[in-house]
């Protein structure tokens, strides 16, 4: 696969407490250029619409523990669609799925899912679930309506592996996050079922690409 091939398949990321808007601006010129979407933190989402209008802005929403309550993630989501937000990264409760509440889970996503209209992508945080409730909160997320699965958040003690994606694919679409850093792995992840990839190091993988 060469760089224009992989280049929009790449959400590069930056995601953290201290990100600021300079940080933004630079993941934003660096997706431009390559052809990559972004993905960066709902505060700067209004300023990154008018500062790089041409590329497609993911956003996350209950970040990154996805323990808030169901209401303020559909109202997130919703603020975030309206400042410019094309898709939707949403932590699911991952208390919920260990304790088989996977009703009050699907219903959560559910509500968010129906009220925008932009994609929305689920993450699972593979690291902290079993095989079984890995299952579990993809069947969730596909009876939501979700768009993709995605692994990681980034946060947790762990990212994305090439089990956790062929297992998630047999449910949705999967975003291959945390700890691809590489064009070797980003292809490698593909090649099992994922369909999108999520990296801080989207020029690096890039880099590694045949032109």
Same mark, same amino acid.
């Given at each position: 696969?060469?760089? %224009? @091939? $992989? +280049?929009? *398949?790449?959400?590069?990321?930056?995601?953290g407490p201290e990100?600021? &808007?300079?940080?933004?601006?630079?993941?934003?010129?660096?997706a431009a250029d390559?052809?990559?979407?972004?993905?960066?933190?709902?505060?700067?989402?209004?300023?990154?619409?008018?500062?790089?209008?041409?590329?497609?802005?993911?956003?996350?929403?209950?970040?990154?523990?996805?323990?808030?309550?169901?209401?303020?993630?559909?109202?997130?989501?919703?603020?975030?669609?309206?400042?410019?937000?094309?898709?939707?990264?949403?932590?699911?409760?991952?208390?919920?799925?260990?304790?088989?509440?996977?009703?009050?889970?699907? %219903? @959560? $996503? +559910?509500? *968010?899912?129906?009220?925008?209209?932009?994609?929305?992508?689920?993450? &699972?945080?593979?690291?902290?679930?079993?095989?079984?409730?890995?299952?579990?909160?993809?069947?969730?997320?596909?009876?939501?309506?979700?768009?993709?699965?995605?692994?990681?958040?980034?946060?947790?003690?762990?990212?994305?592996?090439?089990?956790?994606?062929?297992?998630?694919?047999?449910?949705?679409?999967?975003?291959?996050?945390?700890?691809?850093?590489?064009?070797?792995?980003?292809?490698?992840?593909?090649?099992?079922?994922?369909?999108?990839?999520?990296a801080s190091s989207?020029?690096?993988?890039?880099?590694?690409?045949? @032109?």
């Open positions: 696969m060469d760089r %224009a @091939e $992989l +280049a929009p *398949l790449i959400d590069h990321t930056v995601l990100t600021t &808007i300079a940080d933004v601006e630079a993941v934003l010129d660096d390559h052809g990559m979407n972004a993905c960066i933190p709902p505060y700067a989402l209004e300023h990154a619409a008018d500062y790089a209008p041409d590329v497609t802005l993911a956003t996350v929403i209950g970040f990154p523990h996805g323990q808030n309550a169901p209401d303020v993630k559909r109202r997130e989501g919703v603020l975030a669609w309206k400042a410019g937000a094309d898709e939707l990264d949403v932590v699911l409760n991952v208390a919920r799925v260990q304790a088989g509440q996977l009703e009050a889970v699907e %219903a @959560e $996503l +559910a509500e *968010l899912v129906a009220a925008v209209p932009v994609p929305v992508k689920v993450i &699972i945080e593979t690291a902290l679930l079993s095989d079984e409730e890995k299952r579990g909160a993809c069947e969730a997320a596909r009876e939501a309506d979700a768009a993709m699965v995605k692994t990681s958040t980034g946060f947790a003690d762990g990212g994305a592996t090439v089990a956790d994606v062929e297992l998630m694919s047999e449910f949705l679409p999967v975003k291959a996050s945390g700890g691809v850093g590489s064009y070797d792995e980003a292809i490698e992840m593909l090649e099992v079922g994922a369909e999108r990839i999520g989207g020029v690096e993988i890039l880099e590694g690409a045949p @032109e």
